[in-house]
């Protein structure tokens, strides 16, 4: 016997006749909509006429007084394991039921294959690129890439934690819409149940705001971290364990950097999300289990819809500056959960006539080799530069040069100031006349001078020198005026493989100090020590979580590979 809900018998057996319901004038199946829960006790099979609803959105909200009733009659109702939720909260049901090929990498339904009739037809970008999403395998990595993959995720988590509060974050927390049961994954801090690529996001958003992750730039450059949002919301989904999330975080690294490491599509007025759209739907891919065909669809669902323009970053910059790139991560894992249903997409993604070639470069470009353990090549994810100040990649050494200087001179004794650095960082933190009197802190972190104005008179840079405002103080502002900017064609044809920064500030009594670092590839791969790391995620997060929550989440970051759920990280990111 079947029985709605209320008590109301429907009739029959089969749950595809009992769950067509009507909505305004159309007839809906819903089968394939809403997971049908046996009553193991009793054996009956039960239903939800009118007590879903499709709201306007596209999604199924359920009315209060159902939602106790779920909660309180059946938390069977919702297949699997139940929601982890923050101590004492309560259940969230919002947003339907998703099923299909997703849901078969979960283990409840058959996965599709994409039925598109081009073959397997590849051009050799995308066959590489899919190649390797492919076959890389954990256990194919070395443990100082794995001991990187945890360094990086350790690093990535501490800034994201810290801006929980910006307002950006706050923005995108409001426009998340909570979903019911566990096929949805958490917003960081609230560990609100939002939909996939919503939290990838809203937690992309968090982790960029403070513009204090990792970086990788040589021939352009891009934040590789800003798909960590996206990977572990994917990961969460599927409640996939520590291994597999750094394999496919590993992946995504790799892809990225190698299409940084080989074309300048910042020079040509693009921004960072387009390589970072193409890595994370290859990876999420990973993680969801498709075949080289649906990876080939996810990548090309990836990049054409989502070609992003360096407008982002250019003159006074706005909320979006750290908004971008969580964006793009939000669409990859868009383009992996369509090509998993079996979605196609666009032909010839690169090469088409219309294709990212012809239309962002104006010819084709090579893309470096992927290290394997075979060929014996560096992995990205081992190469990116971790931050020690919440500025731009560019404004790393200055600080750094900075902090040299002021050991020689007071601030307040500068009569004047030059900077001597290289081109790319000339054009990305000092080129826009923006950057010399900030007025969002947006612009502020990006500015060379702000860094080292600020550097000079407090002694240091950071979070707190933005979310105060103290980049449009008079002194600092004062010391900017008094400062010039020259390109060196020396440090320019030296980069990037080696990078300079040169002060030389003059005295009020005329003597002249000067300060010059410079930085190799070796050394930015050297990067933080362990402890150094341990040391910023501290600071990042002291006024947030308690030394106890703070050392038993390092612990479990630090033995990520060991874990079998990664939705066991998430439930320790609450706030």
């Known amino acids: 016997m079947t029985r709605a809900l209320g008590g109301q018998r429907l009739g029959g057996d089969r749950p595809d006749e009992l769950t067509r319901m009507h909505h305004g004038d159309a007839t809906r199946d819903l089968a394939h909509e809403i997971d049908v829960a046996a009553d193991v006790g009793g054996g009956s099979t039960w239903v939800m006429p009118n007590t879903i609803s499709e709201t306007t959105s596209g999604v199924y909200a359920v009315s209060p007084s159902r939602r106790r009733r ?40 058959s996965p599709r294959s994409a039925t598109d009739e081009r073959g397997s037809g590849m051009s050799v970008t995308e066959q590489r690129m899919v190649d390797f999403a492919a076959s890389l395998a954990f256990a194919e990595l070395p443990k100082e890439v794995v001991h990187h993959a945890k360094r990086r995720v350790i690093d990535t988590l501490g800034g994201a934690l810290a801006a929980f509060t910006a307002p950006p974050v706050q923005m995108a927390r409001r426009v998340a819409l909570p979903v019911a049961g566990h096929r949805g994954a958490r917003v960081w801090g609230s560990l609100t149940r939002v939909a996939p690529d919503t939290a990838a996001f809203v937690n992309g958003a968090m982790l960029r705001y403070l513009d204090i992750n990792d970086t990788h730039r040589t021939v352009d450059g891009s934040h590789p971290s800003d798909n960590l949002g996206g990977l572990l919301a994917v990961a969460e989904m599927l409640g996939a364990g520590g291994r597999a999330f750094l394999e496919a975080l590993t992946i995504s690294y790799e892809i990225q950097c190698r299409f940084v490491d080989s074309v300048p599509f910042n020079d040509k007025g693009w921004d960072q999300p387009v390589p970072g759209v193409m890595a994370c739907a290859l990876a999420c891919g990973r993680l969801l289990g498709l075949s080289r065909e649906q990876l080939q669809q996810a990548l090309a669902l990836a990049i054409i819809p989502n070609l992003s323009t360096y407008q982002t970053r250019a003159g006074e910059l706005s909320m979006w500056k750290g908004c971008a790139a969580g964006n793009g991560a939000r669409q990859g894992v868009f383009a992996a959960l369509l090509a998993a249903e079996g979605m196609t997409g666009p032909y010839e993604p690169f090469d088409g006539v219309f294709g990212l070639w012809n239309q962002t470069m104006g010819k084709a470009y090579e893309i470096k080799p992927f290290a394997t353990r075979a060929n014996g090549l560096t992995f990205g994810i081992t190469q990116t530069s971790l931050k020690k100040y919440p500025v731009r990649d560019s404004c790393q050494l200055p600080a750094d040069t900075a902090q040299g200087l ?22 990305g933190a000092v080129e826009d006349p923006e950057l010399w009197a900030p007025r969002t802190r947006e612009t502020a972190d990006h500015s060379m001078l702000v860094t080292i104005a600020v550097t000079l008179i407090d002694g240091a840079i950071t979070p707190d020198t933005f979310n105060s405002d103290r980049f449009k103080a008079a002194d600092v502002l004062d010391l900017i005026k008094r400062t010039k900017v020259d390109v060196i064609d020396e440090f320019t044809k030296a980069a990037p493989g080696v990078r300079n920064c040169r002060l030389t500030a003059t005295g009020r009594d005329g003597a002249t100090h000067v300060e010059h670092l410079a930085w190799t590839a070796a050394d930015i791969a050297r990067g933080l020590s362990d402890q150094e790391i341990e040391t910023k995620f501290a600071k990042l997060t002291r006024d947030i979580l308690p030394a106890a929550r703070r050392e038993r989440l390092l612990e479990t970051l630090w033995r990520l590979e060991e874990v079998d759920d990664v939705g066991r990280v998430v439930d320790q990111l609450w706030l």
């Open 406 to 427: 002021r050991r020689k001179i007071v601030a307040g004794e500068i009569a004047s100031l030059r900077i001597e650095t290289y081109r790319s960082a000339y054009k």
């Open 70 to 109: 779920l909660a309180r009659d059946i938390p069977a109702f919702l297949p699997g394991k139940p929601q982890r939720e923050k101590p004492g909260s309560e259940p969230v049901l919002g947003p339907g039921f998703p099923g299909g090929a997703v849901a078969a990498r979960m283990g409840d339904a």
